[in-house]
């Protein structure tokens, strides 16, 4: 099963490449959470507008997966600003699509020895181990950057999705009750629609997604919803679903796919 590049894409803080977005706004995985401890971002350096467009035209090339023409545009971006963390975490990105496991894991910890608390690399990391169906691991990732980055649930809900994929229901829905409510992202709604799949009931995890893609909108569930169709339980986000006002993909997938048999990925209160 090919993974479509959308959660990586927006897990980077790339720029971008929605021409209704900001000029040079960054695209967060997460939004900021309530106490969470202040971290530098490299996405807010100071950048040149020329630079600032390579990387919104690498997202869209990385989003058709063109991933060769990706890295040409970035090794054009170098030559006015030579390896950003931004920059490396996005080329980690594209290693990742092409399961060379290692060297974006190099890349990523390239980004981080200049910027060690840099949420998205750091997030990748834990990404990456999961692509490998490295669970534990990935999980001890997560768990320990819940530790800077206290509350935030995106990590929460990666917790959670480790431990279902490992048939511990009881210990996912222990973190999937740990993401607050009122939420600040889809994490809630997509960690309930989790246990709902794993239960078998498709019709109240459908709902879940669908309620969750009414409050935050469809551009902003896609790094959610594809951990959920690296489980095989919705179908993939395509990148038309995201163009045109059309919605995103949340059906149901006929007979979902064991975890040994899929690539895996990188709030509270009742059921809306």
């Not at 063109?66 to 040409?72: E, G, M, V």
């Not at 980690?92 to 890349?107: C, F, I, N, P, R």
């Not at 990935?138 to 959670?160: P, Q, W």
């Not at 992202?185 to 019709?203: C, E, I, N, Q, T």
């Amino acid at each position: 099963m090919q993974r479509s590049p959308f959660s990586l894409l927006l897990a980077a803080l790339l720029v971008a490449a929605n021409p209704l977005q900001a000029e040079n706004k960054p695209v967060a995985p997460a939004a900021a959470q309530p106490g969470e401890k202040p971290v530098e971002d490299p996405a807010s350096q100071t950048l040149s507008p020329e630079y600032m467009k390579l990387l919104r035209d690498a997202g869209r090339e990385f989003q058709r997966r063109n991933f060769d023409a990706t890295l040409k545009i970035l090794d054009q971006a170098d030559a006015i600003t030579l390896d950003t963390p931004v920059a490396l975490n996005f080329r980690g990105a594209v290693y990742t699509e092409k399961k060379d496991y290692s060297q974006a894991d190099e890349l990523f910890k390239r980004a981080l020895a200049s910027a060690p608390t840099y949420f998205a690399a750091q997030f990748n990391r834990g990404e990456v181990l999961f692509l490998q169906k490295k669970y534990p691991e990935a999980r001890d990732h997560f768990i320990k950057m819940l530790e800077t980055f206290k509350g935030n649930e995106l990590l929460e809900y990666k917790v959670s999705l480790s431990y279902l994929v490992e048939d511990n229901v009881a210990a996912a829905t222990e973190w999937c009750d740990k993401i607050k409510f009122p939420s600040d992202s889809p994490a809630y709604y997509f960690a309930h629609a989790a246990l709902d799949f794993k239960a078998g009931r498709k019709a109240e995890g459908i709902e879940w997604i669908a309620s969750a893609e009414r409050i935050f909108g469809p551009e902003n569930i896609l790094l959610f919803l594809e951990s959920l169709a690296d489980l095989g339980y919705v179908e993939r986000p395509r990148l038309e679903d995201n163009r045109g006002g059309q919605s995103s993909a949340i059906k149901a997938d006929a007979a979902p796919k064991p975890a040994s048999t899929i690539r895996a990925s990188a709030g509270a209160g009742s059921q809306p």
